[in-house]
């Protein structure tokens, strides 16, 4: 698949050429090491973030990724942006990057951009080129990129002390600083998809690394700064047009299906979230009774 490249300079958005090193900046100068093939775009002030990396979390992540690129996000790309034959897609905190993959499959140009330890899968990645390690807090492409962008549970890990869900003192700038980060590379009428366990409902199933002593769910108040709300998202995206999504379809449950005992609990979650996707229901997804909550921001044209 042909394609003109988005990625430049984390620091002054100019154009990269590659050198026997690693990438320099035809503009400001800024050079940029390699990891295992793949560029180091990191910007100033930047760092890598130790996250979970093992086998087990990349098998789960293999099969959760490509699931809800080819359940949610294609059918989501037919129905919203299906004027644009050359449709770009970043998935910002990629983790293993087999989303990449699915949408490249899809004949979709996407590339990933992660900073943590799980771009130690992208070497088994069919598509290696289209991966950068770098942060979202200062993206390693140029303006207006990309059609759509999908973060998964991107914001809840933005300001935390490390793999934590306790957050720093200035955890608000922080993802105040990727919203921004993320509409910059966004072309005009594209849309970001980004999701997360409702901050309002008080029962957390997907935070696995999260949760004490092997437990099925993380109970937490709503007050809790680390989760989001929909109307956390409205103030982060103020200047764009914010909307609660259906949930059906984003989940396949692949890891909790595998145990016997899950099976009413999966059959239970599905049918709610089937009932929350019913047409003329966004305020019921907006509110604590949905445990994941589905955020479509949209960058007008």
């Known amino acids: 698949m042909a394609a003109v490249t988005p990625v430049a300079c984390p620091v002054c958005r100019g154009a990269l050429a590659s050198t026997g090193e690693g990438p320099s900046c035809t503009a400001c100068g800024a050079r940029f090491g390699m990891d295992d093939g793949f560029p180091v775009l990191l910007g100033p002030g930047d760092a890598r973030f130790a996250d979970n990396a093992d086998c087990c979390t990349f098998a789960g992540e293999e099969e959760t990724n490509r699931?809800?690129?080819?359940?949610?996000?294609?059918?989501?790309?037919?129905?919203?942006?299906?004027?644009?034959?050359?449709?770009?897609?970043?998935?910002?905190?990629?983790?293993?990057?087999?989303?990449?993959?699915?949408?490249?499959?899809?004949?979709?140009?996407?590339?990933?951009?992660?900073?943590?330890?799980?771009?130690?899968?992208?070497?088994h990645r069919a598509n290696r080129g289209a991966f950068q390690i770098g942060s979202v807090l200062n993206l390693p492409y140029a303006d207006e990129?990309?059609?759509?962008?999908?973060?998964?549970?991107?914001?809840p890990h933005i300001g935390v002390e490390g793999d934590s869900t306790e957050v720093v003192p200035d955890h608000a700038a922080q993802r105040a600083r990727v919203a921004s980060e993320l509409l910059r590379v966004l072309r005009p009428g594209g849309l970001i998809v980004t999701g997360n366990p409702n901050r309002l409902c008080p029962v957390d199933m997907f935070h696995k690394g999260q949760m004490q002593h092997g437990g099925l769910m993380r109970w937490h108040s709503p007050d809790e700064p680390f989760l989001l709300s929909f109307a956390d998202y409205g103030r982060l995206f103020a200047a764009a047009q914010v909307e609660v999504l259906p949930p059906a379809r984003?989940?396949?449950?692949?890891?909790?299906?595998?145990?016997?005992?899950m099976w009413v609990l999966i059959a239970a979650l599905q049918a709610w979230f089937a009932v929350l996707s019913l047409p003329g229901l966004g305020v019921l997804r907006a509110s604590g009774l949905n445990p994941w909550l589905v955020v479509g921001v949209g960058k007008p044209a």
């Open 250 to 261: 984003y989940w396949g449950f692949h890891t909790k299906r595998r145990d016997p005992k």
């Open 67 to 123: 699931f809800t690129t080819q359940n949610y996000y294609l059918p989501l790309i037919a129905r919203r942006l299906p004027d644009r034959p050359d449709l770009r897609v970043l998935s910002a905190g990629c983790g293993i990057g087999a989303d990449v993959d699915a949408f490249r499959d899809a004949g979709i140009q996407a590339w990933g951009v992660d900073c943590g330890a799980r771009t130690m899968a992208w070497t």
């Open 145 to 155: 990129s990309f059609d759509m962008i999908v973060t998964g549970c991107l914001f």
